[in-house]
């Protein structure tokens, strides 16, 4: 038996993220957890598989009830699971670890429980598809031609082809993904956020960055999160036209951006900011960093790369 005590989880502040699918899965695999004063303690006798069902795909209980299903007895099957790439990229991992899973990628997964796990050897890791799109985007706000190596078009199908109704040019071949951006972008169809493989929410801020020049109107609709356009007001510093109504945030193209002195709200904020700087006139400050650097290992070494002048003042 062991015992294990947290507080609750952090992150950027997008509205509510409720764990409760998190613990009530743990609850069914035969966890004791019981919440005091900010504080999660669990403990766990002994964990018998059984059958999960999420009421919402989410990826992140969906991961942490594989993991902990393959120290259950018995075979556990989680429905309703998440169906994103990273799913299918863990169970793979775990199965290249002595791991029993089926279904990784798909909407019913099975684990059998009780396998005995070790490491010693290697695995390749899928490409960040979420980075991806984002030098996607930082293409299509600044011009250019692009070449990505290693991205799997298959993985961000809903962005790239998004980006082809703006306007750009982009291919994908087996060592990667290229796009090519001339003249101005156009407005796309509603952009509306959702579960793999809808639209990706944390590539809603960049594509929304990408498009602040486009000819014509686009909207987009946040279904994931509540609280996720909190960079609309820092793009509007820059002389972006962005108008906001609950879910839904209107962009009306400009003729031109300016740069400006911004903070980023969040992680993918602020990459949002990132973009539209390459795409305005004139140099962009970009405060509160550490946020960006959660999630690219070094974005302006990656543009800089690409052709972009942008320094980290930390690095």
């Known amino acids: 038996m062991w015992t294990h005590k947290a507080s609750h989880p952090g992150g950027c502040e997008l509205g509510p993220r409720p764990i409760d699918l998190h613990l009530s899965g743990l609850r069914d695999l035969g966890a004791e957890i019981v919440e005091s004063g900010g504080v999660i303690r669990c403990t766990a006798p002994k964990l018998k598989g059984?059958?999960?069902?999420?009421?919402?795909?989410?990826?992140?209980?969906?991961?942490?009830?594989?993991?902990?299903?393959?120290?259950?007895?018995?075979?556990?099957?989680i429905e309703n699971a998440a169906c994103e790439p990273e799913i299918q990229d863990l169970q793979d991992f775990l199965n290249c670890c002595g791991a029993k899973i089926t279904g990784g990628g798909t909407s019913t997964i099975t684990v059998r429980g009780g396998q005995s796990l070790h490491g010693g050897g290697s695995y390749p890791i899928m490409p960040d598809r979420i980075v991806t799109a984002t030098y996607l985007c930082a293409c299509a706000s600044a011009g250019g031609d692009v070449y990505i190596r290693d991205a799997r078009e298959d993985h961000l199908s809903a962005v790239t082809e998004t980006l082809r109704r703006a306007g750009c040019h982009v291919r994908s071949d087996e060592g990667g993904v290229r796009c090519l951006r001339r003249g101005r972008l156009r407005a796309v169809p509603a952009v509306r956020t959702a579960p793999y493989p809808g639209f990706p929410t944390d590539a809603q801020a960049v594509l929304m960055a990408a498009l602040l020049k486009g000819e014509?109107?686009?909207?987009?609709?946040?279904?994931?999160?509540?609280?996720?356009?909190?960079?609309?007001?820092?793009?509007?510093?820059?002389?972006?036209?962005?108008?906001?109504?609950?879910?839904?945030?209107?962009?009306?193209?400009?003729?031109?951006?300016?740069?400006?002195?911004?903070?980023?709200?969040?992680?993918?904020?602020?990459?949002?900011?990132?973009?539209?700087?390459?795409?305005?006139?004139?140099?962009?400050?970009?405060?509160q960093t550490a946020h960006i650097r959660r999630g690219y290992e070094d974005i302006a070494r990656d543009l800089r790369a690409l052709g972009a002048q942008i320094y980290d003042r930390e690095e």
């Open 216 to 287: 014509g109107t686009t909207v987009f609709e946040e279904n994931m999160f509540e609280n996720r356009y909190r960079h609309v007001d820092e793009l509007r510093r820059m002389g972006a036209d962005i108008r906001v109504s609950g879910r839904a945030a209107v962009v009306s193209g400009v003729e031109r951006l300016s740069g400006a002195a911004v903070a980023a709200t969040d992680l993918r904020g602020g990459a949002a900011l990132c973009v539209a700087a390459l795409g305005a006139e004139g140099a962009t400050r970009v405060r």
């Open 50 to 77: 059984c059958r999960l069902v999420l009421g919402f795909p989410s990826v992140g209980a969906t991961e942490n009830l594989m993991l902990s299903a393959c120290g259950a007895e018995g075979d556990t099957t």
